[in-house]
C-alpha cells in the first residue's frame, strides 16, 4: 500500500470524557472509527426527535482532508436513529468539539448512554477544486433534468 494513502488525524480529548475509548476502527477492515457517546446522564429521542449529542474529542485534520460523521447502519436499523445531517462534514480547520446531530426516525423512543457508539468518523482526501464563471455549459444527455427524471423503473 502506498505511504501517500497515510492520513494523521490529531485527536484530543476533552474534558469529561477521559475515560471514554479513544474512537477507533470495530474491525480492521472497516472504513471509519466509532464515535461514542459523551454525555452526562441518558438522552432520550422520542419518535421524531433530535439532539446534538457530545463526544468528547476534538481533531485537526491535515489541509487538504474532511472527516465525514455518518450514521451507524445497525442503529439505523435496529433503533430508527440515524443521523439529521448525514454526512456531517468536519473541516480541516475546525478545532472545537465532535457533535453528532441524532434523529430517530423509528416509532418507539430510544435512549443514548455514555460510551453509546452513535456513528463513525471516516476521512477523506479531498481535491483542490477550482470555480470558473462561463456563460454556458456543455450540453449532457440529462441536461437540466432533476428529481424523478429517470422514473423508478
Given at each position: 500500500?502506498s505511504g501517500d494513502?497515510?492520513?494523521?488525524?490529531?485527536?484530543?480529548?476533552l474534558?469529561?470524557g477521559e475515560?471514554l475509548p479513544?474512537?477507533?476502527r470495530a474491525?480492521?477492515g472497516s472504513?471509519g472509527?466509532d464515535?461514542?457517546?459523551?454525555?452526562?446522564?441518558?438522552v432520550?429521542l422520542?419518535?421524531?426527535?433530535?439532539?446534538?449529542v457530545?463526544t468528547?474529542?476534538?481533531?485537526?485534520?491535515?489541509v487538504?482532508f474532511?472527516?465525514?460523521?455518518?450514521p451507524?447502519?445497525g442503529?439505523a436499523?435496529?433503533r430508527?436513529?440515524?443521523?439529521?445531517?448525514?454526512?456531517?462534514?468536519i473541516?480541516?480547520?475546525y478545532?472545537?468539539?465532535?457533535?453528532?446531530?441524532?434523529i430517530?426516525?423509528?416509532s418507539?423512543p430510544?435512549?443514548?448512554?455514555?460510551?453509546d457508539?452513535i456513528?463513525q468518523?471516516v476521512v477523506?482526501r479531498?481535491?483542490?477544486?477550482?470555480?470558473?464563471?462561463?456563460?454556458?455549459l456543455p450540453?449532457?444527455?440529462?441536461?437540466?433534468g432533476?428529481?424523478?427524471h429517470?422514473g423508478?423503473?
Open positions: 500500500m494513502l497515510k492520513c494523521t488525524v490529531l485527536l484530543k480529548r474534558p469529561g475515560d479513544a474512537p477507533e474491525t480492521a472504513a472509527v464515535l461514542r457517546a459523551c454525555v452526562d446522564a441518558a432520550t422520542r419518535p421524531g426527535e433530535r439532539a446534538a457530545p468528547g474529542v476534538a481533531i485537526a485534520l491535515p487538504g474532511e472527516a465525514q460523521v455518518r451507524r447502519s442503529l436499523l435496529e430508527g436513529v440515524t443521523l439529521a445531517n448525514t454526512p456531517g462534514t473541516d480541516a480547520d478545532r472545537g468539539e465532535i457533535r453528532v446531530i441524532l430517530n426516525l423509528g418507539e430510544v435512549t443514548v448512554e455514555r460510551g457508539r456513528a468518523l477523506h479531498l481535491p483542490e477544486v477550482a470555480i470558473e464563471l462561463v456563460d454556458e450540453r449532457s444527455d440529462r441536461g437540466a432533476g428529481f424523478g429517470s423508478i423503473r
